[in-house]
């Protein structure tokens, strides 16, 4: 996929439906894959955090996810068409959930809230097959705990809700061992979609 540079850092030139297509060869092709919504204060961060920096370096795909970021690109006349935010990519994977039946694992926000979410996506897109969901309050102790409740529900996309940048550094350091086709950070998508 073509990317801009923004920051020193890849932006890819995706739209909500090829990011949507790219996805759906991920999970085809089954290797762990590490998605990245990119905006603009991710990029800043990044400028200063060398783990951040690396791990937006080797990503499969970074989507633009905020005005910032699209108004960095037109400035620099690489302009992006549209913003891919982590809300909207997580009610898109429902949609396509429903109709393929792709098993998608929501991890992350306050006790309560990813399994609220979890529900509401059950009520608005019926078939979608939400396979499990856990907080994102867990301390080092119960890392390997997660990991294997994970690995049990076998999910083709995991959705991590641990805010920027820990979200990213968590996918970094155990997606290999997971084994989940596509995981990507979203941020705040959980609070959202409960509500
Ligand atoms: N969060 C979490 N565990 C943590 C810290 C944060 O699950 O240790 C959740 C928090 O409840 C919220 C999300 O991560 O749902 C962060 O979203 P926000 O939009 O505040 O952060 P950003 O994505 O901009 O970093």
Same mark, same amino acid.
């Given at each position: 996929?073509?990317?801009?540079?923004?920051?020193?850092?890849?932006?890819?030139?995706?739209?909500?439906?090829?990011?949507?297509?790219?996805?759906?060869?991920?999970?085809?092709?089954?290797?762990?894959?590490?998605?990245?919504?990119?905006?603009?204060?991710?990029?800043?961060?990044?400028?200063?955090?060398?783990?951040?920096?690396?791990?937006?370096?080797?990503?499969?795909?970074?989507?633009?996810?905020?005005?910032?970021?699209?108004?960095?690109?037109?400035?620099?006349?690489?302009?992006?068409?549209?913003?891919?935010?982590?809300?909207?990519?997580?009610?898109?994977?429902?949609?396509?959930?429903?109709?393929?039946?792709?098993?998608?694992?929501? /991890? *992350?926000?306050?006790?309560?809230?990813?399994?609220? &979410? @979890?529900?509401?996506?059950? %009520?608005?897109? =019926?078939?979608?097959?939400?396979?499990?969901?856990?907080?994102?309050?867990?301390?080092?102790?119960?890392?390997?705990?997660?990991?294997?409740?994970?690995?049990?529900?076998?999910?083709?996309?995991?959705?991590?809700? /641990? *805010?920027?940048?820990?979200?990213?550094?968590?996918? &970094? @350091?155990?997606?290999?061992? %997971?084994?989940? =086709?596509?995981?990507?950070?979203?941020?705040?998508?959980?609070?959202?979609?409960?509500?």
């Amino acid at each position: 996929v073509p990317a801009i540079t923004i920051l020193g850092l890849p932006v890819h030139r995706v739209d909500m439906q090829g990011a949507l297509d790219i996805v759906e060869r991920f999970i085809q092709e089954r290797t762990p894959r590490h998605i990245i919504t990119a905006d603009a204060s991710m990029l800043v961060m990044a400028q200063e955090d060398r783990e951040l920096r690396s791990i937006l370096l080797s990503a499969d795909l970074i989507t633009p996810d905020s005005a910032g970021v699209l108004w960095a690109a037109k400035r620099q006349g690489t302009p992006l068409a549209e913003r891919v935010s982590g809300v909207e990519l997580v009610e898109r994977f429902c949609v396509l959930s429903a109709q393929k039946g792709y098993r998608l694992y929501f /991890l *992350g926000a306050a006790p309560g809230i990813a399994a609220a &979410a @979890a529900e509401r996506m059950r %009520l608005r897109y =019926p078939g979608v097959q939400i396979v499990g969901a856990h907080h994102g309050f867990f301390g080092p102790e119960e890392n390997e705990a997660i990991l294997d409740e994970i690995r049990r529900c076998q999910p083709d996309i995991l959705c991590v809700a /641990l *805010g920027i940048p820990k979200q990213e550094k968590w996918i &970094a @350091a155990y997606q290999r061992t %997971l084994g989940v =086709p596509v995981a990507i950070g979203v941020g705040g998508t959980f609070d959202v979609l409960s509500g």
